[in-house]
């Protein structure tokens, strides 16, 4: 299982490079693919994946990306809003097929998956969006890896959380430490002469891993609701994709707000 997983942690790595220095449309295209995929395994988690409305949400899922992308921005409540009426309407008439907690899971999926999953290519372009938008992976990827390995060596105190019992206050810490660390090594390397972006970078890196962890932890509350183990077996040794991607949905978001903030 250990070298399973590595060897798809490595190739999933490689993609991730190849994809952000790269950009441009096949950027777009993957991050689209992506949360096509999240979202299928979201609704698959409750078994709506093959029924119209989920349908609805693919193909809402695709144009809510496409408007992101072009900055048609006073379009997208508008959209969501039709979205939302076209599954009522599914609603209303296969009723009493679907129960109301059914429609609100297919509706949140697009702004749980798609809208935040959206923010990996609008912070690659932004201006020096090549740079900043490692620091999505730094707080979620990162930030994984530095709780996992202070929580082995120094691990100790449980989290108070039942969701994750093998968590530990010291491996949250190691993950928040560990991140800032990274995120100033990073501007270190690359802002050498701009040490404003030294802190700035810690800090995104910091604040990222609280925020990644909630969102690990929102994924595997969601599981724990719908009695899963993992929502897919896509990446060897990692589970599906909102499995391995949980904490980026979380992460992307915060990072393109303090990119703009500061």
């Known amino acids: 299982m250990f070298w399973t997983r590595l060897a798809s942690g490595i190739v ?6 190849a994809l952000m220095v790269n950009g441009g449309w096949p950027l777009f295209w993957v991050v689209t693919a992506i949360s096509l995929i999240g979202l299928f395994e979201l609704y ?6 093959k029924t119209p409305p989920a349908v609805i949400g693919y193909i809402s899922s695709v144009i809510l990306d ?3 992308l072009d900055g048609y921005y006073e379009y997208l409540i508008l959209w969501l809003i039709l979205t939302l009426m076209v599954m009522m309407a599914c609603y209303v008439i296969a009723y009493p097929k679907y129960h109301s907690d059914q429609m609100t899971l297919l509706f949140f999926g697009l702004v749980y998956v798609t809208l935040m999953m959206s923010f990996i290519f609008k912070v690659r372009y932004l201006e020096g969006g090549i740079l900043t938008v490692w620091l999505i992976f730094v707080a979620s990827w990162g930030s994984d890896t530095c709780a996992y390995c202070a929580g082995k060596l120094f691990g100790k105190h449980k989290l108070p959380s039942k969701l994750s019992p093998n968590k530990t206050i010291e491996g949250c810490l190691g993950g928040i430490i560990g991140a800032a660390l990274i995120g100033f090594l990073f501007a270190l390397a690359f802002y050498r002469q701009e040490t404003e972006f030294w802190w700035q970078f810690a800090m995104i890196g910091g604040v990222g891993s609280v925020i990644s962890q909630i969102g690990d932890l929102t994924a595997s509350a969601i599981k724990r609701n719908y009695d899963i183990k993992d929502y897919g077996k ?13 904490s980026i949905i979380f992460t992307a978001p915060l990072v393109y707000l303090l990119a703009i903030l500061l």
């Open 66 to 68: 496409i408007l992101i």
């Open 234 to 246: 896509l990446i060897p040794g990692h589970g599906g994709i909102l499995d391995r991607f949980d």
């Open 12 to 17: 999933l790595v490689a993609i991730t490079i």
């Open 44 to 49: 698959r988690a409750a078994g709506l994946q």
